[in-house]
């Protein structure tokens, strides 16, 4: 059963923009931290935003200024407006819930949503 299910990933010249957002499942009964992360071609798994249930946002160095997050609590679903996107974007983006579910609580992850940004 997908959790966390993510939309909105695909191929984008540099420059342009992308919405991703990412739904929580009924099984996830409440969540408190949402946030992405990205994993590129050889390299490690990094944050790039996340968002509390009280709307307070915290962004990697590198998207700064270029990405925003935002959520919908009701709906259980986060967002991420990435702007002015660069070939160094190009990652799967993996959204991320601190939340609790039927067995308590625990991390979630979805299965990741391809970005490529094309020079």
């Known amino acids: 059963q997908v959790q966390l299910q993510e939309s909105g990933g695909g191929w984008v010249q540099a420059g342009g923009s992308l919405r991703l957002s990412c739904a929580a499942s009924?099984?996830?009964?409440?969540?408190?931290?949402m946030g992405w992360y990205r994993q590129a071609p050889g390299k490690q798994r990094e944050l790039v935003a996340t968002i509390t249930s009280g709307d307070s946002t915290n962004y990697a160095d590198s998207v700064k200024g270029r990405f925003t997050i935002s959520r919908d609590n009701a709906k259980k679903t986060v967002y991420l407006q990435m702007n002015s996107l660069k070939p160094e974007d190009t990652a799967v983006y993996y959204c991320h819930a601190d939340g609790r579910g039927f067995l308590g609580f625990r991390e979630f992850w979805g299965q990741g949503t391809l970005v490529t940004v094309s020079s």
């Open positions: 009924k099984s996830i009964i409440s969540t408190n931290v």
